[in-house]
Each structure stands twice: as structure tokens, then as C-alpha cells.
């Protein structure tokens, strides 16, 4: 049921996604209206839109498209890696429960310092710090604490490349504007204003592109925060109830344990 969960989740993701680029291409291509303007057929919304987006190549279009290449890149490995099977391993939460089950606390202790898992990372600084329990809640309360941020961080830069995309896309459209006025200005107000609705047009791409670097990655940004926020709580869960059931066995466990830190 758990994997299932997840892989809706994944789903959900590139639903959205895909959603996005059809929802635009699709309102665009609806727009188009024949039209005859000197018997000519007006060209097509989106064509015009691929028209004016490739004839204005400019520094702001390559940070934009070097943005979203990055974007990419992290939803692609953000699918990779924020699931159970990577993050909770069951293979490895079992290896650890029956380590725990029958004592082998040197085991346990090497294992987890090994092991790059979620519970692993969390529970190594707690066995460290035996023969004292408080101190090793502490410690893990604190390890939970540091593993759960470098979780969200990893998916952080997707929340900043969101909140850049409409930004870039402002920056571009504003230099295409300054552009437009000043060629009507050289021509003293005589251009041609053809001439100066295609140049507004122009910088108005710089708009759309960055909303469509903007919506995908703020859209894939709320999903992976929802599904690490469920995979940390349930990952702190469980080392939570690991370190419990060391606690009952009390100063047997902990001098092992104290022994076992003391010759790594």
C-alpha cells in the first residue's frame, strides 16, 4: 500500500507536468483564427509564438534555458531519490531490528555508520553517545533534525529556479520594451506601428518563458515537499522506536554499545 502511495505520487508529478506544456501548447493552438488579411492567411498563434521566441536568441532566452535544464535535471533526481525504497530501505530497517532483536550491538553500530539511509544516518550519532539514554534521545532528536533539512534543501533549488522564472522573464520583457521605445524614438515617433507591436510582442516572449519555467518547477517543488515531509516523519518513526527498544535492556545494551564506540 505504501509503494503504491508513492507511485501515485509520482503520478500526480508528472501529471501536472505534462498538464502544464498541453494546457499551453492547447490554448494557443485554440487561439488560432483564420483570418484573411490581403488574402493571405494570418499564421497560426503558436507558430508566430516559435517564430518570435527563436528569432530573439538573447542572454536572457540562455539563462532561461540553462535554468530549465537545471530543472530538469533536479525533478528527474528528485523522482530518483525521494522515495521509500531509497530513503527507508526496508532491507535495511529489518537488518537493523535484528541486530537490535539479537544483541549484536558492534554490528549495529558499524552497520549504521555505513549506512546511507534515513533511520541509519539519524540512529549512529545516538548509539555514540551511550551508556547514557537521555544523551542518546538527544543526539537523535538532533540527528533527525539535520537529516530532515538536508532532505528539503536538496529539493530547495527547485522552489528558487519557481521564483527566478517570472523574475528573468520581467527582466527580458523590460529590455525588450526599453528596446522598442527607443527604436521609435530614433525614428521620431514616425516608425511604423507594425513595426513597434512586433518588437512589444518580441519582449513579451521573455514573459511566457518565464512562466513556463516558473509553473512546472513551483508544481514539482509542492509534490516533493509533500512526499519528504511523509517519508522524514515516517523514517523519524522509526528510528524513534528502534532507540526504545534498546532501552529496555538498559546497562547491558549501553556498556556493549559504549565498548563497541570506544574501539571504532
Same mark, same amino acid.
Given at each position: 500500500m505504501r509503494r503504491y502511495g508513492n507511485s501515485k505520487a509520482r503520478?500526480?508529478?508528472f501529471a501536472v507536468l505534462i498538464g502544464t506544456i498541453l494546457f499551453s501548447v #492547447?490554448?494557443?493552438?485554440?487561439q488560432e483564427a483564420p483570418a484573411e488579411v490581403a488574402k493571405t492567411t494570418r499564421p497560426g498563434m503558436f507558430s508566430t509564438l516559435m517564430g518570435l521566441i527563436l528569432s530573439h536568441m538573447d542572454m536572457v532566452f540562455a539563462i532561461i534555458m540553462?535554468?530549465?535544464v537545471i530543472a530538469v535535471t533536479l525533478i528527474v533526481k528528485s523522482l530518483i531519490h525521494v522515495r521509500a525504497s531509497v530513503m527507508i530501505p526496508e532491507s535495511s530497517t529489518n537488518a537493523i531490528r535484528e541486530m537490535i532483536a539479537n544483541k549484536f550491538f558492534n554490528n549495529l553500530l558499524a552497520s549504521t555508520e555505513k549506512d546511507p539511509s534515513f533511520v541509519s544516518r539519524a540512529l549512529n550519532p545516538a548509539l555514540k553517545r551511550a551508556?547514557?539514554?537521555s544523551a542518546m534521545k538527544e543526539a537523535l532528536e538532533t540527528a533527525i533534525g539535520e537529516e530532515t533539512a538536508e532532505q528539503f534543501r536538496k529539493i530547495e533549488y527547485l522552489?528558487?529556479? #519557481?521564483?527566478l522564472g517570472p523574475l528573468l522573464g520581467l527582466l527580458g520583457t523590460v529590455l525588450g520594451m526599453?528596446?522598442?521605445f527607443a527604436a521609435l524614438q530614433a525614428a521620431k515617433g514616425a516608425a511604423n506601428p507594425a513595426?513597434?507591436?512586433g518588437g512589444i510582442s518580441a519582449a513579451l516572449t521573455h514573459t511566457f518563458l518565464g512562466l513556463m519555467l516558473a509553473i512546472p518547477c513551483l508544481a514539482a517543488f509542492g509534490v516533493m515537499r509533500t512526499m519528504v515531509d511523509r517519508l522524514t516523519v515516517r523514517g523519524a518513526l522509526i528510528a524513534e522506536e528502534m532507540l526504545l527498544a534498546i532501552k529496555p535492556q538498559a546497562a547491558p545494551v549501553t556498556k556493549k554499545l559504549s565498548a563497541a564506540g570506544a574501539d571504532a
Open positions: 503520478i500526480a508529478l #492547447g490554448t494557443t493552438i485554440a540553462l535554468c530549465s551508556p547514557s539514554f522552489n528558487i529556479i #519557481g521564483n526599453i528596446d522598442a513595426d513597434l507591436a
